[in-house]
Structure formats: C-alpha cells, structure tokens
C-alpha cells in the first residue's frame, strides 16, 4: 500500500495478453501510464508485460477467466489491493465462431454471449462511475464492422458486435458532458489469432477481405479515444465496409451468407 492510500490511475486492458489489446497496451504505455493487463494465458501476459515496460509504461499483470461469476470482483479487489482504480478501461476480450447456428456447439456459443457482451457490459458499468466521479478517463469497447449488420453463418458474433455498438454509443452520449468518453472501435479484419481460432480464416470472406495489423488499430483506437471519438473505424477497407450498412438487410443476408458458408455447411 501507497501512503495516505494514494490510489493511481491505470489504463486496464482486459484481453492484454495478445492481439489488439496488447498492441493498445503498448501505445498506453509509450504515455508513461500504469498498465494492468488481463487474460488467461500467463505466458502472454508475461510477454506483454515486458512490452509494456519496454515502452515507458509500468505493468501489472492479473490471471483472470472473465467468463468465472466473479471475474469483475476479482479485478476490482485486485485493482484496490494495488491501489488503482480503473482510469481507461480497454474491452478486447472477445471470440467468435464461424459456422451454421444450428450446429455449433450451443455453449460455445453462449459463450460469446458471457464474453463479448455479459462481461464487457458489467466493467464498463462497473468503472465508469468512478470516471464520472473523477471527470477524466473513459471506456475503449472493441466492436467490429461485423457489429453493424446481420452474418448468417457467425450469427453469434455479429449480433454480439452490434450490442457492443448500440452500448458504447448510447453511453459515449450519457456520459460526455462529465468529461469521460466511451469509443467503440469497428476494425475489419485484424491480423491475430482470432480469425483462426473462430474458423473464419478459411471462409470466402476473410481471404478476400484485406487485413490490418493489430499495432495499426491500437494507434487508431488510442488516438481516437483521446480525442473523445465515439466511434473509430480504422483503415479504408474497413470505412468502405461500413458503406455495405446501408444496402437494405435482404441483399446484404445472401451476400454476407454466400461469403462465409462453407461447402459442409447445410
Ligand atoms: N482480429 C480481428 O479480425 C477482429 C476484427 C474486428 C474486431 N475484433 C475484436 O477485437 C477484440 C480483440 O480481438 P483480437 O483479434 O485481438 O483477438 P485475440 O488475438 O484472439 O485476443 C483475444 C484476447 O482476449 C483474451 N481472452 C479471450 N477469452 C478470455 C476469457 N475468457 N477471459 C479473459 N481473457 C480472455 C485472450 O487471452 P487468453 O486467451 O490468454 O485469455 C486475448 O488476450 C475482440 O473483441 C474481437 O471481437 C477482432
């Protein structure tokens, strides 16, 4: 403990360990900012740490499974035990699964009900009254341009995306006039082990569709953020993605089913 219980503000990073939270953690860090960066795996928290430390910053580190009942007090115990509270908050946790509705596994696919939405929607309402009680600080939410239209064949994580986007705009307007802003960052596809790991990466759609490097999107997400964006689209790709928003619902539910079925499909 700190004298006279100072407590210090830290940029927390929930999903730090890889991919885009832990490029974020690092742009975070070359601010000289406290960092606490939360995962699973502790060798990528481990190596995100060093990064982290490598860029200016200072690293805490917390093992977390945020789909435990008792992850977000976990890490609000954790923070305290620490003396820190949660200045920025950085929602990059989240998973998807490519594939009929109707055949993936069920709680897999629950699962990212829990992750992308459950447990991004209790810290963001968790930390955000300090920041308003502060009047500094905010939430960086990871939405996707999936978040702004239907995707049969990754129903799940497409409908997830658009909660994470209806959310964070709603508060980014509830709570700017206290100085906090929440931005929702909408990349197209990213560079990282998520496209793989949701079976996305042999669809038709994401071999055609460009892709950006995580460290591009962190510089965007972190500038944005700073300039009180509410919503940040990094790339031109992506930008032009969004303008498929604006096709009625019947033309782009073909489209977007033809891109990402597979053969086996049924
Ligand atoms: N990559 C893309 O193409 C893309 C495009 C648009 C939006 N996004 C969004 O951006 C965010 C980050 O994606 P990414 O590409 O960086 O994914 P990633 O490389 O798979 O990283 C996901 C991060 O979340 C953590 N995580 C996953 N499940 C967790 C759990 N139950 N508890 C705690 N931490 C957990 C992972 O760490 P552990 O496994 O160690 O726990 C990892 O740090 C996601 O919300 C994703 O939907 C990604």
């Known amino acids: 403990m700190t004298p006279h219980n100072e407590f210090r503000s830290a940029v927390v990073v929930v999903g730090g360990s890889r991919g885009i939270g832990r490029a974020i953690a690092k742009v975070a860090a070359r601010d000289r900012n406290v960092v606490v960066l939360i995962a699973r795996s502790p060798e990528g928290l481990t190596a995100a740490a060093a990064e982290v430390q490598q860029a200016g910053g200072e690293a805490f580190t917390l093992e977390l499974d945020l789909l435990a009942a ?20 950085v929602n990059s946790a989240g998973y998807g699964l490519r594939g009929a509705a ?40 990871l939405g996707s341009i999936a978040g702004l239209f239907p995707g049969p064949y990754m129903a799940l994580y ?22 906090v802003t929440v931005t929702c960052v909408a990349p197209g596809p990213v560079s990282t082990e998520f496209l793989e790991k949701a079976g996305a990466n042999r669809a038709a759609l994401f071999k055609i569709l460009p892709k950006l490097d995580a460290e591009y999107v962190a510089e965007r997400a ?10 940040v689209v990094p790339g031109i790709s992506a930008k032009l993605l969004t303008l498929v928003a604006f096709l009625p619902t019947a033309a782009v539910l073909p489209l977007i089913g033809r891109l990402q079925r597979r053969s086996k499909d049924p």
Request: hydrophobic fraction near 40%.
């Open 158 to 179: 497409y409908a997830s995306k658009g909660f994470v986007h209806s959310f964070s705009d709603a508060l980014h307007q509830e709570v700017r006039r206290f100085g």
């Open 102 to 141: 109707t055949l993936l596994p069920l709680n897999d696919q629950l699962g990212i009900v829990d992750l992308n939405i459950r447990a991004l929607t209790d810290l963001t309402l968790r930390f955000l009254p300090g920041m308003l009680a502060r009047g500094r600080g905010g939430v960086i939410n």
């Open 70 to 89: 008792d992850a977000s007090e976990r890490l609000e115990a954790f923070l305290t035990a620490n003396d820190l509270v949660c200045g920025v908050l």
């Open 222 to 231: 972190w500038r944005g953020f700073n300039s009180g964006r509410r919503r």
